[in-house]
């Protein structure tokens, strides 16, 4: 399933390239100059030619990208996780070190290098055009859809979660469409590939649209506290609520029963 | 012999005496009076006093969070429909629009969109039911570390630990009752535990679910027990746990005036009615604050339970937190035996572990008096550090009850504090069993430093803070005998007392068991008051204030003779 689906990209992106003729020189040109930033940027855990490098023990320093087609790259690349800054058990999102007709090379480059599932159009991740029932739909589905798939690991509300060995599902809020929409084709890191033909691409932008919901709707029951669950509740339970209510029994049991502190110094 | 007449009436009036001024709301007690005899009734206990401190408002707390949880909670009977009856949802929130549901969830969803004040009500039913269940372990700790559970109380204690059994339990009930996917999650490990039991496992299980789970059935039986069984008991037992308080009369910190007879502390009215009245209103409106602005349980976002779906970030509410941890860092272990699989992994983290910790909860003033022979009554307040052994044990039970429940939260540590899950499983592995009795000795040593710091205190005087250069050149503080109420304070302490020595126990003929018995309680009593520090004696005491005196005198002279010793200063 998942092979027939990255070849179907693949396959539909081969035949789709020759059509736009007048592009195919600026596109060579595009390749060149992906190499060129490959070779200096990606070529030393990749390999100059994108096959890959093993360590001495025999596992990936850096994977092959023969076949990880311009989504991959576009997502890697435009969120700032590669390059990495030194390796390790995941790549981080960090600060995007390249600019994005320098990612748009990069990305051009590792997807003349073999198969591999092209950068999403925009129509396929955005509601534009779309009215307003038809978007409710497209969110109530998604929703259903990010519950079956994607909360076991980035948490209900997609604020993230943990993975063995110090791996994470990063959080998934604030993220561009596009990224989201390349992360469940390309499927990074430990994430699994939600392919076409797993979650087709109507289904992908539902899960979309659920997300932007989310992050437009208001929350409605005042402060989300990480939006973590029951653990974070339970830590203002303990320091807010208990915290707070000891303070003031100290307060009560501190004050006597004068009204006054002048009286009570009369007093004694 | 002339008697004196003069106050003594001439008739039998016609009309009973009654009460000058207040008019109406007199008239109106004095009916009362008349036919419920509230006077005589109330003239006991509308005096009865209760000492000030506050670590005696934590149960406090509890009792008005519970209120609390009861008036929020009837509110929310009137819209919660707790059937687990599919139907399609068509309220207020949009992105569940359509979907299918339990009644239940829809039902809670309605709360928090379309009931005015739902969700408000909802998220204090929440906070306050956490809040009820931490106060109750709050208060439980400080009548533990003081000796408050002691002879007479021991029976209160053991109501104090079967209340917050009931209230984990009431808690759990209600976590499941909004049927979403956090609560299914729950019902669905509940269910694993009960099926973890050998041989009787399915069926308890099949018996509580009416058939396989998740059935149809689990919901209305979770709020018939919510609603109604618990809150019954809990009421019962909170109605025992306060007429046994006044009975008992309030323990009370020892001080100048205080004795194991009496109580020295505020009457009821008007002060102790206005300060538990006042703490009321506190605690409701900490409760409301938190309700308003704190999000608790967001069901919407979790969606309806469905079996194939499951959230990160899957805890219990904290109270369930420990067992939880337990079942997090317990490696795998299973037996095959006879066809039927043993899960220790399960069994022991959560069938074995909370009712042993229960038990032995129960058992600590048993255990205690056991040990220590004493079977005196006690009125007056231990400090802590009075009790080094017992305050050590609760420190160790208190470090392996927290790295359980840390354990418990280790998803959240992990991405929180960037580590590995699996090296917060492996370090908690350990730590369960090495923090308790790092803690316990730590905690010991530190009450004994206190009392030698007490001590110190009452035999040297307390630290003036003024230094003061002999003759020779070197520097020292000068010490000032305690205000004698601070001293008796500090001395209206009980001696440890000796424990019965083997050649004791031989000399006095006990032979067999009796005699076993005998000496293990002998070796453990050596154990438990081991190098606890004594009160000084009358003639220590004495010693110490003719000391003090002299010092005193010393200083004077010193400070009179002026720094340089050039004399008083002529001003």
């Known amino acids: ?268 | 012999m002339s008697v004196d007449v003069s106050k003594v009436a001439t008739t039998n009036g016609t009309t009973p005496a009654t009460a000058k001024g207040g008019k109406a709301a007199g008239a109106i007690a004095n009916w009362a009076d008349e036919r419920l005899g509230l006077g005589t009734a109330m003239k006991k206990n509308i005096r009865k006093v209760f000492p000030d401190h506050w670590s005696f408002m934590l149960g406090e707390i509890a009792l008005w969070s519970f209120v609390v949880v009861l008036l929020t909670g009837v509110f929310l009977t009137l819209w919660f429909d707790p059937s687990m009856t599919e139907i399609q949802y068509d309220g207020a929130y949009d992105p569940l629009r359509g979907v299918h549901m339990s009644s239940a969830y829809a039902s809670s969803l309605d709360i928090s969109f379309d009931v005015r004040g739902g969700l408000l009500m909802r998220q204090m039913h929440h906070w306050g039911a956490m809040i009820f269940i931490a106060s109750m372990m709050i208060h439980m700790l400080r009548v533990y570390l003081t000796g408050a559970f002691r002879k007479p109380r021991e029976l209160n204690w053991i109501i104090g630990c079967l209340l917050l059994l009931l209230g984990t339990i009431e808690g759990f009930t209600g976590y499941s009752l909004p049927d979403d996917l956090l609560s299914g999650t729950g019902v669905r490990a509940a269910d694993g535990f009960m099926k973890a039991s050998p041989v009787v496992g399915s069926y308890m299980s099949f018996f509580l679910f009416g058939g396989e789970f998740p059935g149809d059935a689990i919901i209305p039986r979770f709020y018939a027990m919510h609603i109604l069984l618990i809150p019954g008991l809990l009421l019962a037992l909170v109605a025992a746990h306060m007429l046994l308080l006044v009975y008992h009369k309030h323990t009370q910190w020892p001080g100048p005036g205080r004795t194991e007879q009496n109580v020295v502390g505020y009457p009821m009215l008007p002060v102790y009615a206005a300060k538990a009245g006042g703490f009321f209103f506190i605690v409701f409106g900490t409760i409301a604050v938190m309700g308003g602005l704190f999000s608790i349980n967001a069901v919407w976002k979790y969606g309806p339970y469905d079996p194939s779906k499951v959230t990160a970030g899957s805890q219990p509410d904290w109270y369930m937190g420990w067992p939880d941890g337990l079942l997090r860092i317990i490696p795998a272990w299973e037996t095959h035996i006879w066809g039927i699989t043993l899960s220790w992994n399960v069994m022991i983290p959560i069938l074995v572990m909370p009712p042993l910790m229960l038990m032995i909860l129960m058992a600590l003033p048993f255990i205690e008096s056991w040990i220590t022979g004493d079977k005196r009554e006690h009125h007056l307040l231990q400090r802590p550090r009075n009790a080094p052994t017992r305050t050590a044990i609760m420190v160790a039970l208190m470090t392996f009850y927290g790295l359980s429940w840390a354990a418990g939260g280790n998803d959240i540590i992990a991405i929180k504090l960037h580590l590995s899950i699996n090296q917060i499983t492996y370090f908690m592995r350990g730590a369960v069993f090495i923090g308790p009795v790092i803690a316990f000795i730590i905690t010991r040593r530190w009450c004994i430093s206190l009392q030698r710091h007490d001590e110190g205190k009452l035999l040297h005087g307390y630290e003036t803070g003024v230094l003061v250069r002999s003759p020779e050149g070197g520097y020292a503080e000068k010490h000032l005998p305690l205000p004698q109420g601070q001293a008796y304070t500090l001395t209206a302490r009980d001696d440890d007392p000796t424990p019965e020595t083997v050649e004791e126990i031989d000399a006095s003929g006990a032979t067999g068991r009796t005699a076993r018995l005998r000496k293990l309680r002998a070796k453990l009593a050596t154990v438990f008051f081991a190098d606890n520090v004594q009160k000084p004696t009358a003639e220590e005491l004495h010693d110490a204030q003719h000391h003090a005196e002299h010092e005193l005198h010393e200083l004077e002279s010193q400070i009179a003779a002026g720094p340089n010793r050039h004399g008083p200063a002529d001003h």
């Open chain 1, 1 to 268: 399933m998942l092979v027939c689906g990255l070849l179907l990209t693949g396959g539909l992106y081969a035949a789709l390239a020759p059509a736009q003729a007048d592009t195919s020189q600026d596109e060579a040109a595009l390749v060149k100059e992906g190499r060129e930033l490959f070779l200096v940027g990606c070529a030393f855990c990749h390999g100059q030619n994108g096959e890959g490098v093993l360590t001495q023990g025999g596992s990936q320093y850096g994977p092959a990208l023969t076949d990880v087609g311009a989504a991959a790259v576009d997502f890697q690349v435009g969120t700032g996780r590669m390059p990495m800054a030194q390796p390790g058990s995941q790549a981080p999102r960090k600060e995007v070190v390249y600019t994005d007709e320098e990612t748009a090379a990069l990305s051009a480059y590792v997807a003349s290098l073999g198969t591999g599932p092209a950068i999403p159009d925009a129509e396929l991740y955005s509601t534009e055009g779309m009215s307003e029932k038809e978007i409710e739909e497209l969110v109530v589905r998604g929703g259903q859809i990010f519950l079956a798939n994607c909360t076991a690991c980035h948490n209900f509300e997609g604020s993230g979660g943990a993975m063995p060995r110090g791996g994470y599902a990063p959080k998934i809020r604030g993220v561009d469409s596009k990224h989201i929409y390349e992360a469940m084709l390309t499927g990074p890191q430990s994430m699994d590939t939600f392919s076409d033909g797993n979650i087709p691409p109507e289904d992908k932008k539902a899960v979309i649209a659920y997300l932007n919901e989310l992050d437009e709707a208001p929350s409605y029951s005042g402060f989300t506290l990480g939006s973590l669950g029951p653990v974070s509740e339970g830590i203002i339970a303990w320091v807010g609520g208990i915290g707070l209510l000891v303070g003031f029994a100290v307060w009560i049991a501190a004050h006597t029963t004068r009204s006054s502190k002048k009286k009570d110094e009369a007093a004694a």
